[in-house]
């Protein structure tokens, strides 16, 4: 059985996806990067090859991701893309008349504007990291609640409370400053995702121009919180499509299969890589 690999590796985590010939999901996989991607990348290899059936062929690996050349040298990679083409490819895959993208990892977000099947326009986080998953996880736990209920009480609160969400600081201010006189938590929970959607919007999506069909990939897009304030904030649906927090895996595993029908050959390394432990973890143990 022939498969194609893509792999994102991102400064949060790490996303590997595999497709067959007819780009059906075979197996998926995501984990956290924790400041060592080569582990990461080796410890995923061992994973997908454990969840893959034994006949598994690889004729095309692609990686993607902030440290997508470091990975794509690890594995023996037949493409090296960045990150707005994959999850636009991945985008167009699942929602065939997607016109807007909006991808928020760990640290990292992004609007792709599509149209017909192409992107014409993206914009990036800079700097400010406010709206993103690891300020929602921090935010999440200095309420005393895990991300699962961060998203269930967003979801399910009534009118928002106001937050100034400029940036991490002032918003994490703001929230202290409305619980100290007695706001209610779930309304500031919500006016927060609603303050970290209009930052996205001014700051990111500024100057682009937001038509539906609107996609929402990413980790960040398991928050219904953050769903329910893109909702309000544009007044349209938006689509958060299945295995969304692997979408720029996905599209790096189509643009392999892509690139192997040129007949160029493989050069994955093969699983058997995972196997082996990154001079990162023999300097640890050295060490210890």
């Not at 016109?99 to 014409?120: L, N």
Request: contains cysteine; aromatic residues 4%; hydrophobic residues 45%.
């Amino acid at each position: 059985m022939k498969l194609y690999l893509g792999i994102d590796v991102g400064s949060v985590t790490t996303k590997l996806a595999a497709l067959d010939a007819g780009e059906d999901l075979l197996a998926s996989l995501y984990l956290p990067t924790a400041g060592r991607p080569v582990d990461a990348v080796l410890a995923g290899l061992r994973q997908m090859e454990a969840d893959l059936p034994p006949e598994a062929d690889v004729d095309g690996v692609a990686t993607t991701g902030s440290a997508r050349d470091l990975a794509g040298t690890v594995v023996g990679a037949d493409l090296i893309k960045n990150e707005i083409t994959c999850q636009a490819v991945a985008a167009v895959r699942a929602v065939p008349d997607v016109r807007t993208v909006i991808e928020i990892g760990g640290q990292d977000s992004k609007i792709i504007i599509i149209r017909d099947g192409m992107v014409a326009d993206f914009g990036m986080n800079t700097v400010c990291a406010a709206g993103t998953g690891s300020f929602l996880d921090h935010q999440a736990a200095r309420l005393g609640m895990d991300i699962g209920e961060f998203s269930r009480r967003a979801f399910e609160a009534g009118a928002p409370v106001n937050i100034a969400g400029r940036c991490t600081v002032f918003a994490e201010s703001e929230m202290i400053h409305k619980q100290q006189t007695g706001r209610d938590v779930d309304g500031i929970i919500y006016g927060l995702c609603r303050a970290l959607v209009r930052n996205f919007l001014s700051d990111v999506a500024s100057g682009k121009e937001i038509t539906p069909p609107v996609v929402f990939q990413g980790g960040v897009a398991f928050n219904r919180g953050m769903v329910r304030a893109f909702t309000d904030e544009l007044g349209t649906e938006i689509i958060v499509p299945p295995h969304h927090e692997v979408m720029g895996a996905i599209g790096a595993a189509m643009l392999a299969r892509e690139h192997a029908e040129t007949g160029a050959g493989s050069r994955f390394k093969g699983f058997e890589i995972g196997r082996q432990a990154s001079p990162a973890s023999r300097e640890s143990r050295e060490i210890a």
